[in-house]
């Protein structure tokens, strides 16, 4: 899971990607990166690991110029952790420069790998999104659109892209919608974004949310619908209403925030717990989903642990320094809720929602959703990746600069 | 305000200090420090700007050994903010190497800086506590404890202090107990600390709160009571309980969350809001006054802003990008929470909650409180400090390492 | 002009690749990077821009393990001073990890990478070199030597390689053997450099210098001449002895410092100075010139000239500071020698050697140079690169490690 | 031994002295530092562990504004290679900023600095030159030209110094006269350094060297000769002109190329070596004294070894590696001039130059010279550093910036 923006017809356009990318930063903390275009086609990337704030500053921001960008915050599902698998992927083809933000995962990604590089293609990275990279530079096709429609009809799964050509934004959502992308209006130009959220920050308006299989082209001030990608079987990822996206986005025409209290009040209804003094949430992410519960179940809400607000990737486990309990270092209880309320706390009994009532809370129809992380009930064949070719072999690239 | 620790007779005493400065960080972002001591006595500190989590590391670690420690993270109320500041401060002088961490502000610090230059005393930094290292060098006392006792009979105003002089760690709080201090056990050793929240991380048991007065000498396994400083009226700044400390610490005998409870009930019977839908807290300062004002009230809890836990020090306001709203940075509006509500989200009525009520919710006896900040009204005199001698022109120093 | 060097069969290999770019930092400083290549194959890369001791630390070295690889320090003689630039070159093609470092420019590079961009080929920079590692990626040939084979057939210029396939290393030099390659025994493993002060410095010892059309494998303890390339005439670079190579460096079968004294000769012979007081050299490149102009003429040599020793790369020019000489800078006349001997310094007269005389001085058959530097004769077709496809528009990276 | 140099009545002072740190880097390349004056009399310092080129870059300079400027580049002679030893020294005392650059030891340093710290004094450093700025401090008399004299009749040894006082600039040479210091003359400024290679590098005019005992004050366009400091014998260091000095510099009014000649041609004379083939240098630093010897002998002068200019402080040594010899680094020999000369290298016999013949070259009367470095005669008493006070116990600083 990955978050991924593109703004075209703003001045500063990387400006505007960093503060989306920066309200979509839960999506993936691995690495971020921008590319953006300058009002002369030449494209520049900048790419780093960590958080989007760690990567970015002023210099930045004064060597990436133009009106048009894109950027990613990675989440690394699979592969290694290094710079080359950061995103934007950045790439010269015969219409200049290309660059693609990719969400998802493709599922013939090693097949189609392997016969590339066969034909002589030079792979950089050990991602999935690079196939589609070489796809479209390998396209015989005349127009942009039609090297995109080349490349997308080879590969299988899961992809919300955005994607410049030259001065051109592409926006895409695979057929069956497995992960969100929204469009929004601001000023006289244009934001598409994994989440409302990223709107929001930047004071874009949301125009509408893309549809699986929407394929859209933003040029200047036109926004143009192409032909949709060939209907498949809808199957959102429920885990985005559920644990992935922030509450306060609006995904699949659905408010996260309402989905998150529902569960808890679904839970309320399948896992009763008569007995219980209150109940609480480990914030913040089971925040509203506590809320619901107390509502449904009329047992009063408390705030029993605090977070430390501090808790950041840099911080340095001291094992050596012993007993010290690792979960406090994010959270601590506060020992007057806890200790008024018994003398020890311990789990008496811990009960689970269950599938039909998650998809109950996530509302709609039951059968659009992609519940495979729960399920292992999944959408598209899962190809044997233990034949991995000799080209994966490792390879790693560091650079001083 | 500012975060203090002190750690003896536990190896690598610099991580345990690492770890309680890190669940202290709430009480100053701007630099952080620690001083360790070996068995040899040689003192060794490392302090940088910014948060405790990017100014140490395991390199630094490894060149602070030793089983004594002390740390500080520093916010500024007055000076600038530069590297000379930043504390623990570490001087050698006649005992050898002396080390001194200080929660607080000296009232009348400028003109005991003023006589020190004049007599010949060289300053490197702007900051107040500088002026209790001169004192003590300058003190012609035999003993430590009697030169620290020199120190103290000149300074006025507000002082929790962690010290090292040697091996030995000396513990402090001024007569009024402007500031919080704690004392606790961990295995055979000991840690002092500004909230509970810093034993809890560290696995330490409370042993005591530190009373207004009190002077402790800690020494290997022995923590001696030296005689109290001279009794003053007790002035605990109800502040710590307001807003500076955590919510899982306690302070001044108190729970800091049962008084901001305790808050929101107040202020609900204050300022009742009968019409209301719901209450919510501006996360995560007030979540536990709104808990209390929904308690108290019957008013239904919401949690209608989102906060993005990625906000750091770091961020680059992207002012160029032009209409974007900056509170949404770092909070952003669940709509359907609010729209609920009515169609436009505005400020109807606005209540405050009384100094009376404040100090209700804070319990105990309201006169031994420093409401200063509320009312203005002072316990120590205040001097001019308009009158700034000739060595605080500006003197700015960078290093490069 | 650039060094490269290329060790197998040698612990730690990348450790004396190092070494030996060292000594060979005079014919590069843009940048510099090492390849390694452990015993399972696996290839790892470290490239920086600036000099060698910049790039390199201990732990890029714990980073670079394995008994073979691969070193280049890059002088741009074309393209933009970007890290994409620096080599070695690693990619993942069919066969595995490819590695390539180039010394050398190719004449018809640009017209092959319009081909090869054309048929969907990525370039990640725009440096010559890279259209080598497409042509062999796309070779249809099943051996590595007959992909190599195959790309070398296309390209035209001057061409010294050291290339990895896996585990094997391969030294090339081009048919017309525009720059040298010498090969050297290290204990039980080879070693492969432009320069013979490269083997000195590893301690290694000069096996044979690569003639022009010389492929040669080695994988292990076995050294492999495999085919010639098909034969041309011989164009050794004159300007190799003249200026770029070390002095203590054998190349072409010449000492380049004898080869320098005798152009100091030849220079005395043809512009002889009958009333000069003194000869001196600008240190230290023209330091045999002068020797040898002192011992043909006898007019006495002086050092007239200091050079600092601390001149490098980061000097900031410090243009506003006014009147100061450019020249102070790296070199400061010693006043007495000067003066003693008239006046003031002026030039009366301005002699230059021959082309004639320079290729006497050089020695051996005067038709085996290419002298194309001074008399514009190139000994191959130089298109015209005016005509640049849309693929080479501006692309900028940059990364945050 | 160090390199100071001092600057005013020059826009961005800061600069200038960089340039004449730069040429005087051989003098000391542990640290060095700048202090810079403004027009306020703020005074900002920047100090840095490396080479001047290293520690300094445009951002450094922007944060140095002003007309006077003091510099300083360390050679560490005893004493830890920390930042915190780095010059210029800076402190508030009384009078403002006071910022001071010596060159040379003081033999009485420890007993002074334990009176120092007995009295309450606390110190940054363990240099002696910190001793100069608290006896500065402590002073009672007025004018700081009197407090100045007093610290100075408390020290011993050797002394070269620039200070600031506010924006006036003092220029001190110890009344022995060991360490050399330059007056120079640019546009409407002046210049102070230790050599005159510095003053041409910022292309300013020699005025005169300051003899022993000078004490200069430079204010504005106005330079006083203030009373000399009492008179004793002089003494010279003859290691300046043997060795520490550039051989572009006049030093003790004489050229150090000139000196360096003539100890080659007494050491010709001393240790003739009639079956030689041929004199070399070990570059660069025994240059002239070739050049001398052949002179005298008659000898052919050769150039034998070539020094790799890219040797640096950071070079990594790659032990691991094994058979590498560690002289080849640095130099490498010409195979074809060592092998025309006898089958193997090897010293067959060696001599070294008098005492008496190292003076004689050195010119002058020779009862003017310290030559302690080779007789062990000091000219001023060592004390017995053994009983060091409990003050001086290990204490070590890092800070991040």
Redesign the interface.
């Known amino acids: 899971m990955c978050g991924i923006i593109g703004v075209t017809g703003?001045?500063?356009a990387a400006?505007?990607a960093?503060?989306g990318l920066?309200?979509l930063?839960?999506r993936g903390q691995e690495s971020s990166g921008i590319v953006a275009v300058d009002g002369?086609?030449?494209?520049?990337?900048?790419?780093?690991?960590?958080?989007?704030?760690?990567?970015?500053?002023?210099h930045?921001?004064s060597?990436l110029p133009g009106d048009v960008a894109i950027g990613h915050s990675r989440y690394s599902t699979a592969g290694t952790s290094v710079?080359a698998n950061a995103q934007p992927m950045?790439?010269?083809?015969?219409?200049?420069?290309l660059a693609l933000a990719h969400n998802g995962n493709l599922t013939n990604a090693v097949q189609l790998r392997s016969d590339l590089?066969?034909?002589?293609?030079?792979?950089?990275s050990s991602s999935d999104s690079e196939v589609l990279?070489?796809l479209i530079?390998?396209?015989e096709a005349r127009e942009p659109e039609d090297q995109l429609l080349d490349a997308l009809e080879r590969v299988e799964g899961a992809y919300s892209l955005v994607i410049t050509v030259g001065r051109t934004l592409y926006a895409i959502v695979d057929p069956r919608g497995f992960r969100p992308l929204v469009l929004g209006r601001?000023?006289h130009g244009w934001v598409v974004a994994s989440e409302t959220?990223a709107l929001?920050?930047?004071?874009a308006t949301l125009v509408r949310e893309l549809e699986p299989g929407d394929f859209v082209r933003i040029h200047g001030e036109d926004v143009d619908d192409l032909p949709k990608l060939p209907a498949k079987p809808h199957r959102r990822c429920v885990f985005e209403l559920v644990y992935f996206s922030?509450?306060?986005s609006?995904v699949f025409h659905r408010?996260v925030?309402?989905v998150r209290r529902a569960l808890g009040r679904e839970l309320a209804r399948e896992q009763p717990a008569p007995g219980a003094d209150c109940v609480f949430s480990v914030?913040?992410s089971s925040?509203?989903m506590a809320?619901g519960f107390s509502?449904e179940s009329g047992i009063?809400?408390?705030?029993a642990l605090?977070?430390?607000?501090?808790v950041?990737r840099?911080?340095?486990h001291?094992a050596?320094?012993?007993?010290?309990?690792k979960v406090?270092?994010k959270f601590?209880?506060?020992?007057?809720?806890l200790e008024g309320i018994r003398q020890h706390l311990g789990v008496e009994s811990l009960g689970y929602l269950s599938l039909d009532g998650m998809k109950r809370a996530a509302g709609g129809n039951s059968a659009e959703f992609c519940d495979a992380c729960f399920s292992g009930d999944y959408p598209t064949a899962i190809p044997d990746e233990s034949k991995r070719?000799?080209?994966?072999?490792?390879?790693?690239?560091?650079?001083?600069?």
């Open positions: 703003i001045a500063d400006r505007v960093y503060l920066y309200s930063q839960h002369e086609g030449a494209a520049r990337s900048h790419r780093g690991m960590g958080l989007v704030s760690d990567v970015f500053d002023e930045v921001f060597e710079l950045l790439a010269r083809y015969r219409e200049g420069p590089v066969t034909k002589g293609s030079i792979f950089q990279v070489h530079a390998r396209s601001l000023g959220c929001d920050i930047a004071g922030r509450p306060d609006t408010s925030d309402a914030p913040d925040n509203a809320l509502e009063k809400l408390e705030h605090i977070r430390n607000h501090y950041g840099t911080f340095i001291p050596q320094a012993g007993r010290m309990a406090k270092i601590n209880p506060v020992r007057e809720v070719s000799r080209n994966a072999a490792p390879l790693q690239v560091t650079m001083a600069v």
